[in-house]
């Protein structure tokens, strides 16, 4: 257990995967929580209702659409009104495409570049204030392997993934003596909804077996073979939120397998 109860964190994209494991997590170290995302109205109350009832907290949801500055905005100003101040902010909504640069959908590159990457400008741009009148920060990017390597057909997701990691660096360093870290964590392939969904259709496209598709297609650049959890990306979040993490900044932190070693 880190030394959190009672702070505040707004964490986008939390209604499912990764960002619902960093809900749980500071959840169960008593911080407040602004959840934020798409999916099934019911089901995100029953998620929200069960982190409030089972740990004490209070836990809002924001259906702010990270596509769209002003509501990115109204999300904030919320969180802020709510909980006197927002001390930790978890950028982690994101989606991706993947198809030829030639054919690639220009809404898609837009939505991909505004979700993945310009709603962490937004937020950030709204969080800091508050962290630099607590004296004490925590921001935290979901970024990916494609932040640091490239993979082809994903020019929009590599390329707003490269930008979080620039943007990671250059906040970190703007905020370096306000006692407020900026990092990104770097997943290789996580096993959550996102990538469940794509193994019948790998399985029936390519004649293969579910063990053959994890294995041989989608861990193909993961030398340990073996997906990242999402405990794991949280519990590494849960670290830098730690006061034993204060001099970790602008790091751009891998977390998989041994992908980007290679
Ligand atoms: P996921 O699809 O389970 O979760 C994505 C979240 O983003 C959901 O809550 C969704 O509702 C939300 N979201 C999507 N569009 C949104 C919008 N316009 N406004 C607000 N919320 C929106 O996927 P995940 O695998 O948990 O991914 C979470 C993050 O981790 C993403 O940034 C992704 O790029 C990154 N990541 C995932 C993997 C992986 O293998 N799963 C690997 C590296 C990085």
Excluded at 114 to 133: C, D, G, W, Y
Excluded at 202 to 220: F, H, N, S
């Amino acid at each position: 257990m880190h030394n959190l109860k009672g702070k505040s964190a707004v964490i986008t994209g939390s209604t499912s995967g990764i960002g619902l494991a960093y809900a749980q997590h500071l959840a169960q170290n008593g911080v407040n929580l602004m959840l934020n995302g798409f999916g099934s109205l019911e089901e995100i109350e029953k998620n929200r209702k069960s982190l409030a009832d089972q740990y004490g907290i209070t836990c809002l949801y924001s259906p702010a659409d990270m596509t769209k500055p002003n509501e990115i905005s109204k999300m904030m100003a919320q969180a802020i009104d709510e909980f006197g101040a927002i001390d930790i902010l978890i950028n982690n909504a994101g989606i991706q495409h993947v198809e030829a640069i030639e054919n690639f959908p220009v809404e898609k590159w837009d939505s991909i570049i505004a979700i993945n990457l310009s709603s962490s400008f937004h937020t950030i741009r709204h969080a800091v204030p508050s962290m630099k009148e607590q004296g004490w920060g925590r921001i935290i990017n979901t970024a990916s392997a494609h932040a640091l390597v490239a993979s082809p057909f994903k020019s929009a997701y590599v390329a707003a993934k490269h930008g979080i990691a620039g943007l990671t660096k250059t906040v970190a360093l703007e905020l370096a003596q306000d006692n407020i870290t900026v990092n990104a964590i770097c997943p290789g392939y996580v096993w959550t909804p996102l990538v469940e969904k794509q193994i019948p259709d790998t399985m029936k496209a390519r004649g293969l077996t579910e063990e053959q598709v994890k294995k041989d297609v989608l861990l193909a650049a993961q030398p340990t073979k073996e997906f990242v959890t999402v405990d794991q990306v949280a519990q590494l979040a849960m670290f830098l939120c730690s006061d034993a993490a204060a001099s970790i900044t602008g790091s751009v932190m891998p977390m998989d397998g041994g992908w980007t070693a290679q």
